[in-house]
């Protein structure tokens, strides 16, 4: 009886011990600077910083790499990692969303050298080949065109990999495509920090912005307690001006809560 009753004891010690220890939240993005960056960097991306601010105080520790993103949604989904960090809603609806979004895209399409074209309606995008990535959610009248031209090599050029944007860039560069729509920020901090003729490449029209969250596993035991997390974290960062300077640091303007 006393064994067992010292045995029950460190077990229920190892257990309160590994409870207060929090968990290893796992959170897969693909490369998309300066919402999602290079995880071994000093600037791992603003929204990995957030998360990383919201969940780590709570006992949790943040584990991010990167993944294709329609890899990373489908194993979210099937509960092998935790969140995904740079979802739109309608990239995967049935997750767990904070509140509020945790960053807010402008998608936008650009073109090379002294291309004229520029979008202004779908109706436009009837003139060019265009390159857009798998899985990606843009504004509803793009996301329809996608879905009905997706198998049209003569109208659409979809990528997937880990780094999208750097596929989408040599595309055009090689004229393969005659425009491409991505975020513009991180389009515009990939092209500086690329250089070169990427300093060729230009904007050629944008669609409606959308707020972009950090976003959690459907059905996962603790998505409601994280996503409120970082939630109350942003509400806080907002208040006391740490948002903004974390938002400068990364040469992004901070965007109105809705």
């Known amino acids: 009886m006393f064994l067992w009753r010292v045995i029950s004891i460190v077990l229920t010690t190892a257990l309160a011990a590994s409870t207060a220890m929090g968990e290893t939240i796992s959170l897969r993005a693909d490369s998309w600077c300066p919402y999602t960056c290079n995880p071994d960097a000093p600037k791992p991306g603003f929204m990995i910083e957030i998360a990383r601010r ?19 949604i489908a194993a979210t989904r099937n509960g092998k990692f935790s969140g995904i960090v740079g979802a739109a809603k309608d990239d995967a609806p049935d997750f767990v969303y904070p509140i509020e979004a945790s960053a807010v895209q402008n998608m936008c399409f650009f073109v090379a050298g002294d291309s004229k074209w520029k979008f202004e309606s779908v109706q436009s995008l009837e003139s060019i080949v265009f390159g857009a990535v798998k899985d990606y959610t843009y504004a509803p009248e793009i996301n329809q065109y996608i879905a009905k031209h997706a198998n049209d090599g003569k109208k659409i050029d979809l990528v997937a990999g880990d780094n999208p944007l750097e596929l989408n860039v040599k595309k055009l560069q090689a004229k393969r495509i005659g425009a491409f729509i991505d975020d513009r920020d991180a389009t515009l901090t990939y092209l500086k920090d690329l250089g070169g003729d990427a300093k060729n490449i230009h904007l050629a029209g944008c669609v409606s912005a959308t707020g972009i969250f950090i976003a959690f596993a459907p059905g996962g035991a603790h998505s409601k307690e994280y996503a409120k997390l970082v939630a109350d974290k942003m509400t806080a960062m907002r208040l006391d001006g740490s948002l903004k300077v974390l938002l400068d640091s990364y040469g992004v303007a901070e965007w109105k809560s809705k």
């Open 54 to 72: 919201a969940l780590e105080p709570a006992g949790h520790k943040v584990e991010y790499k990167i993944l294709n993103w329609a890899r990373a």
